[in-house]
Antibody, heavy 114, light 107 residues
Framework: DVQLVESGGGLVQPGGSRKLSCAAS????????MHWVRQAPEKGLEWVAY????????YYADTVKGRFTISRDNPKNTLFLQMTSLRSEDTAMYYC???????WGQGTTLTVSS | DIVLTQSPATLSVTPGDSVSLSCRAS??????LHWYQQKSHESPRLLIK???QSISGIPSRFSGSGSGTDFTLSINSVETEDFGMYFC?????????FGAGTKLELK
């Protein structure tokens, strides 16, 4: 079965940094692009970033461009999101999702607060 | 960015009703429109891809239609397990924006 398991969330102070991970299993991770999507409390879904299978193509939402970096380690079947200069409005559940959004992880919660 | 407008914001229905949820794009997106269901405290689940393509494991009462700017998700005879939020998303251009969602609730 396909599994995507996010980790790395927690409480971070404004201006701080955090790195999220998404461990993939049950499919050929290296063959698929991957996304990060977030959802602020009681809000809708916001697409955050995309990385192609070989990392050659990367896109970001304007709200995170210049602050967040998406990357992947194909041999380790892991997707990452490095977040810097965090703001209160980055508080959300962060999901990783497969390239066609067929599969989603359970999410990891990031809270940015002093 | 492409803006997706979903309506209504809330739909109150009785089990057994058939319903239609709307998603309108701010510009043509061909058939690059996908529908998701999200229940409380769960991850989103893909229901329909590319406007009308069914997904393995999704009940046949869910169907999608539309192209260009106007899209519809139809649920034929709502069941109690269908209550929750429904989101549309476009993959025609970056960023892959989502609509604000329609809440399907019990009347």
């Amino acid at each position: 079965d396909v599994q995507l398991v996010e980790s790395g969330g927690g409480l971070v102070q404004p201006g701080g940094s955090r790195k999220l991970s998404c461990a993939a299993s049950g499919f050929t991770f290296s063959s698929f692009g991957m996304h990060w999507v977030r959802q602020a409390p009681e809000k809708g879904l916001e697409w955050v970033a995309y990385i192609s299978s070989g990392s050659s193509t990367i896109y970001y939402a304007d709200t995170v461009k210049g602050r967040f970096t998406i990357s992947r380690d194909n041999p380790k079947n892991t997707l990452f999101l490095q977040m810097t200069s965090l703001r209160s409005e980055d508080t959300a559940m962060y999901y990783c999702a497969s390239g066609n959004f067929d599969y989603w992880g359970q999410g990891t919660t990031l809270t940015v607060s002093s | 960015d492409i803006v997706l407008t979903q309506s209504p914001a809330t739909l109150s229905v009785t089990p057994g009703d058939s319903v239609s949820l709307s998603c309108r794009a701010s510009q043509s997106i061909s058939n690059n429109l996908h529908w998701y269901q999200q229940k409380s405290h769960e991850s989103p689940r893909l229901l329909i891809k590319y406007a009308s393509q069914s997904i393995s494991g999704i009940p046949s009462r869910f169907s999608g239609s539309g192209s260009g700017t106007d899209f519809t998700l139809s649920i034929n005879s709502v069941e109690t397990e269908d209550f929750g939020m429904y989101f549309c998303q476009q993959s025609n251009s970056w960023p892959h924006t989502f609509g604000a969602g329609t809440k399907l609730e019990l009347k």
